[in-house]
């Protein structure tokens, strides 16, 4: 039961991970709203981000990467925490989004939970039970243990 409810909330975050990813380039003009100041080329960063996340939501499907993928992930989230920062500090409203400096506060720590969601992916999995986007079948065997 505990691997079942671990691969429900596996696909909940790849999908989660790409629908976010794909905000990203089809409403580029609010995330770049957030880029703190001090970054250059924030439309690219907005684009960037966006691709990492499709990526790793694609990632933590694929079970010969999805580990790595996990820390790549983590990464991200540490990545962006400056522009939740931003959005907080500066009560930068986001199209969408309920639009409270309380909300905005909340969601910086709602980052660490985020970082500990992708972090149980970095854990070893079972494959056999693991979700996949390819079949299992089609995976040789030892690209599996390479995790």
Known sequence: MKNHLKEIFRVILAV????VGVTHF??????????PLQLPYP???VYLSGFYEILGGIGLLVPPVSQATAWGLIALFIAVFPANINMAVNNIPLD?????PWLQVIRL???AVLIAWAWWYTQPSDFDR?????????IPKKLLKLE
Not at 26 to 35: N, W
Not at 96 to 100: C, E, L
Request: glycine fraction near 0%; avoid cysteine.
């Open 96 to 100: 969408n989004i309920p639009n409270s």
């Open 109 to 111: 720590p709602f980052q």
């Open 130 to 138: 693991q979700a996949s986007i390819i079949p299992k079948s089609l």
């Open 26 to 35: 089809s409403a580029a003009d609010q995330y770049v709203t957030i880029v």
């Open 43 to 45: 439309l690219e960063i």
């Open 16 to 19: 989660s991970m790409i629908v």
